[in-house]
């Protein structure tokens, strides 16, 4: 059964809704990209690039803000490498080949608290999606954030040999090596012929 407070009481019961709402911390948009999960709390969480900015080959990476365009390259991207997953960023302009292996990152505002300054270069792992050919050579890698029994463990990765990329299109995998934790943003980009 509902009840009638009267005039004074509304009066009350308005001023203290306006109180909680002024009292209250308004709600965090969600940072781009939006249809992203999001943690308000810990916003690096997801390793989805949002505490970092980069730079390749001098040009800016952008936010794929739109959800269709994410999902039209996603769908792309699974039939040129079904290894690349969630590029939520692009180059939108042609990187020149000698400067594209040229990664700059530093973190966000939002993300400073989170990662910390960086610590080391970022880790860049390239995927050629046009079936470009890289030289590159195997080698034994220390991982230093993995350990057995106290002793980081040793894979093997390929390592360029070569400091430019062949015209066509790629996949970047940046890990920006913050002194507090990490963050990773996955980038497509066009290199220019």
């Not at 709600?27 to 781009?32: E, K, R, S, T």
């Not at 910390?116 to 046009?130: N, R, S, W």
């Not at 299109?169 to 497509?188: C, E, M, S, T």
């Amino acid at each position: 059964m509902a009840r009638f407070a009267g005039a004074c009481g509304a009066l009350a019961a308005l001023a203290a809704v306006a109180f909680m709402a002024t009292a209250l911390p308004a709600a965090a948009q969600v940072p781009p990209p939006s249809y992203a999960s999001f943690s308000e709390r810990l916003p690096c969480v997801h390793r989805i690039g949002r505490c970092f900015d980069a730079t390749i080959g001098g040009k800016r990476v952008d936010v794929i803000a739109d959800k269709a365009e994410f999902d039209k390259l996603k769908a792309l991207l699974q039939t040129l490498n079904r290894n690349v997953r969630d590029v939520h960023w692009i180059v939108r302009e042609p990187v020149p080949g000698a400067q594209a292996l040229d990664v700059e990152t530093r973190a966000t505002a939002q993300g400073l608290p989170h990662v910390g300054d960086e610590q080391e270069e970022p880790d860049v792992i390239v995927y050629a999606l046009d079936g470009q050919d890289l030289d590159s050579e195997s080698e034994l890698v220390a991982q230093q954030s993995v350990r057995i029994n106290g002793q980081p463990v040793v894979t093997q990765q390929e390592t360029l040999t070569q400091d430019f990329l062949p015209p066509g299109r790629y996949a970047f995998a940046i890990k920006y090596l913050g002194r507090k934790n990490w963050d990773r943003k996955w980038v497509f980009l066009t290199v220019a012929p």
